[in-house]
């Protein structure tokens, strides 16, 4: 089977942490650009994982329990009254939390203002979503006497 990626896909350009972790690799470097651990799992974390898979607690219907807790500690602390089944996800971290944020509301040809600087995959997520980024630049504006 040939192995192919969407048109999108093939305008994407490494990331520059990618960049510098390929970098490292080639010149045999410590790689400081990722988070990569160069030690071993605590024996607990490792107990705990264990201890979860057997007992099947392994299945997304747990996800809503912390849905519902979220929603809860939403309206104590900040008044807000959201539906934990409808207005809230749970994701293994922020790039896969914005991912699912922009294709969830970006159509083909949509423009999506983009923070500059911002995180280096924002780019290249609203493109795969059929967007077109338009970067607003930040300013540093001093305040005196604040």
């Given at each position: 089977m040939e192995k192919k990626l969407s048109k999108r896909a093939l305008l994407l350009k490494p990331s520059p942490i990618q960049e510098l972790s390929h970098l490292a690799q080639r010149c045999n470097a410590i790689n400081l650009a990722e988070g990569f651990?160069?030690?071993?799992?605590?024996?607990?974390?490792?107990?705990?994982?264990?201890?979860?898979?057997?007992?099947?607690?392994?299945?997304?219907?747990?996800?809503?329990?912390?849905?519902?807790?979220?929603?809860?500690?939403?309206?104590?602390?900040?008044?807000?009254?959201?539906?934990?089944?409808?207005?809230?996800?749970?994701?293994?971290?922020?790039?896969?939390?914005?991912?699912?944020?922009?294709?969830?509301?970006?159509?083909?040809?949509?423009?999506?203002?983009?923070?500059?600087?911002?995180?280096e995959t924002y780019e290249a997520c609203i493109t795969m979503a059929g967007g077109t980024p338009v970067r607003f630049m930040l300013l540093l504006i001093h305040h005196v006497g604040l």
């Open positions: 651990p160069d030690f071993p799992a605590p024996p607990a974390i490792k107990d705990a994982a264990i201890a979860a898979i057997r007992a099947d607690f392994n299945q997304y219907r747990h996800v809503q329990a912390i849905c519902d807790y979220l929603a809860y500690t939403l309206k104590l602390t900040h008044g807000l009254d959201v539906d934990p089944k409808k207005n809230i996800a749970i994701c293994c971290g922020q790039s896969e939390a914005f991912a699912a944020a922009i294709l969830a509301v970006v159509d083909e040809g949509d423009e999506v203002l983009l923070l500059d600087p911002a995180y």
